[in-house]
């Protein structure tokens, strides 16, 4: 799937964005995917995850924060496998009030955060969260490398 245009809308009871092919290396750079995610290349965004394409053809779910291998979860064998399951894709609108926003956790699960808690769910637009997630994706890395290194903080 090469989607000459942003997709987005409810597949299930998840909210869905797949982005433009043609915009797949800018939401990698805007997500410092070489830095966090090597090997990968965002596909989408499913909600409070990445969907993410990996060179084996095989998608994964893997969350904005931690931006880390370690926490991926297989979604789709295949981009066919993607397309197929698109077809029942009920598509937004821009007059949806979340139309090309995303899902983001003020403190994040992985650092404390409440996911049922409604002040820490904030929906925000793709910029700003691109910049919250490497702030924390760049924490989290220093968190474990000082972790493995047996450093206290």
Known sequence: MNAV???EGWLGEDYVRIYAGDDRG????????????????????????????RPNGRLYLIPWIPLHESHRKER??????????????????????NFGKETHFVTPIVFGGSPTDP????????????????????T????KAEAERGVCT
């Not at 064998?77 to 609108?93: F, G, H, I, K």
């Not at 002040?119 to 760049?138: D, S, T, Y």
């Not at 989290?140 to 968190?143: I, K, N, P, T, V």
Request: aromatic share 16%.
């Open 76 to 97: 789709y064998q295949s981009v066919e496998a993607l397309e197929a399951e698109l077809l029942l894709l009920r598509e937004a609108t821009p007059e949806y009030e």
């Open 26 to 53: 800018r939401v990698a750079k805007l997500y410092a995917f070489e830095c966090f995610l090597p090997g990968y290349f965002p596909w989408g965004s499913w909600g409070l995850d990445a969907l993410c394409l």
């Open 5 to 7: 245009t942003q997709r």
């Open 140 to 143: 989290y890395a220093r968190l």
């Open 119 to 138: 002040e820490n769910l904030k929906m925000i637009g793709q910029q700003p969260h691109a910049e919250v997630c490497c702030f924390w994706n760049r």
